[in-house]
T-cell receptor
């Protein structure tokens, strides 16, 4: 069974640019959530995708957008990057529905984004 | 709105001793889950232990156990026989049943001393 993977590991961008981060879900999982973790803070929920549809969104502006593909992999896109977007971006996958794992999510290793 | 509070930014414990990390939360929901996650310097979040709110019995996983006080909205983590590999950030998280939106606390940095 393959765990959650994310790419790239690290990324450096400049203010105003756009970035795409990628996530491959754990096998058998149809739900993907994205989190932003600023340095020294807990992760903050950005949004969630279930079967290719957005299924919940946190308090993030529209320049944060996402996609989920038929194979349940996912992308996080951020437009017009700002300095405060510098953070670790975590992807988490789950089985979806009220499964036996009780809302458990499995996290990837994250992508460290630095905005200069 | 749900909130999760971890009031101990940093803690240290001697190897082989016991340490308790605190977490309180606020919610009006009745059905939810609580989690403790460990994030080592390698940064991958690892689930330590999970508690279903409808279960009165406290969850245990080997050296890790929780003290779940639903009325007080408290969910502390006890680590027994601490090991050097337990050194990490520990996050308490809340999730309403039927969703996968986790609300995390700000974390407690635990250092296990040799």
């Amino acid at each position: 069974e393959t765990g959650v993977t994310q790419s790239p590991t690290h990324l450096i961008k400049t203010r105003g640019q756009q970035v795409t981060l990628r996530c491959s879900s754990q096998s058998g999982h149809n739900t993907v959530s994205w989190y932003q973790q600023a340095l020294g803070q807990g992760p903050q929920f950005i949004f969630q995708y279930y079967r290719e549809e957005e299924n919940g969104r946190g308090n993030f502006p529209p320049r944060f957008s996402g996609l989920q593909f038929p194979n349940y992999s996912s992308e996080l896109n951020v437009n017009a990057l700002e300095l405060d977007d510098s953070a670790l971006y975590l992807c988490a996958s789950s089985q979806g529905g009220a499964g036996p794992l009780g809302n458990e999510q499995f996290f990837g290793p994250g992508t460290r984004l630095t905005v200069l | 709105a749900q909130t999760v509070t971890q009031s101990q930014p940093e803690m240290s414990v001697q190897e082989a001793e016991t340490v308790t990390l605190s977490c309180t939360y606020d919610t009006s929901e009745n059905n939810y889950y609580l989690f403790w996650y460990k994030q080592p310097p390698s940064r991958q979040m690892i689930l330590v232990i999970r508690q279903e709110a409808y279960k009165q019995q406290n969850a245990t996983e080997n050296r890790f156990s929780v003290n779940f006080q639903k009325a007080a909205k408290s969910f502390s983590l006890k680590i027994s026989d601490s090991q050097l590999g337990d050194t990490a950030m520990y996050f308490c998280a809340f999730c309403t049943s039927g969703t996968y939106k986790y609300i995390f606390g700000t974390g407690t940095r635990l250092k296990v001393l040799a």
